[in-house]
């Protein structure tokens, strides 16, 4: 175990946040607008500079868990989770191997659902499927509901079939909780949940969907995941190693 002082967590989660914010303005600098015309676009990147200062105060003064978290910069904005390690240690080794190989960097939400879930981690943004290393087992015994703003693994109709494909929760989803006993409900393992940026959510949420190459739910415009970070705790477990999916959810 390797710990850390306070101080240079809050640091290294500020520095975090400043880079993604940066990325965002970046993207507002390339993208033309009409001169003198108001757009939904300058709107939005207004939105999401609030959302991330929110976020950066929030965290500075809250992130006091031993918790490992991870921050989501998106197109959209940016997220922080926690992640459940105790809970779910299969799953979040698998998650945070991903994260450490740079894994998610450019994928995009490809399952959108507004009353139900925003769903990614296995397809580019021209909707090209990735490889992926072998299944996991389900830890969605493990007691943890689907609640609003949780992060859960998402599968195949076969219960052990996860990957590196996740989704969040937007609304409470009691379908996909574990029912003992019964082999059609196993459920979907819950191993972590937002605790900043949930309005960042919300608007993914919220965004046009259509079909694209046979699916459903696949956003008009891609929402895209620019990276997945690490962040530092004041204790962290220096090790992270693990393996590989889509919910009723399914891939």
């Known amino acids: 175990m390797v710990r850390w002082r306070k101080r240079g967590s809050l640091s290294f989660l500020a520095c975090c946040i400043w880079i993604c914010s940066g990325m965002s303005q970046a993207t507002e600098e390339t993208q033309e607008q009409p001169q003198g015309a108001p757009s939904e676009e300058t709107d939005h990147i207004e939105g999401v500079r609030d959302s991330e200062k929110a976020l950066t105060r929030e965290s500075e003064t809250q992130n006091l868990s031993s918790r490992t978290r991870v921050i989501f910069d998106t197109t959209l904005g940016c997220f922080v989770v926690e992640l459940f390690e105790e809970e779910a240690p299969i799953t979040t080794r698998n998650f945070l191997k991903y994260v450490e190989d740079e894994f998610y960097d450019g994928t995009q939400f490809h399952r959108i659902i507004e009353s139900f879930v925003i769903q990614g981690g296995g397809f580019t943004a021209s909707m090209e499927q990735k490889a992926t290393r072998a299944d996991i087992k389900n830890e969605a015994d493990n007691g943890l509901k689907n609640r609003r703003g949780t992060l859960s693994m998402a599968r195949t109709k076969d219960p052990n079939s996860a990957t590196s494909q996740f989704f969040i929760n937007v609304v409470d989803n009691e379908s996909l909780d574990h029912v003992p006993g019964v082999p059609t409900r196993y459920g979907y393992a819950v191993f972590g949940e937002v605790v900043d940026g949930m309005d960042v959510v919300d608007r993914i949420r919220r965004v046009k969907t259509t079909v694209k190459r046979g699916m459903q739910d696949v956003p008009v415009e891609p929402v895209l995941v620019r990276s997945v970070k690490r962040l ?20």
Do not use: F
């Not at 705790?233 to 959810?249: F, K």
């Open 232 to 251: 530092l705790s004041p204790t962290i477990d220096s090790e992270t190693t693990g393996s590989d999916s889509s919910p009723d959810p399914e891939e």
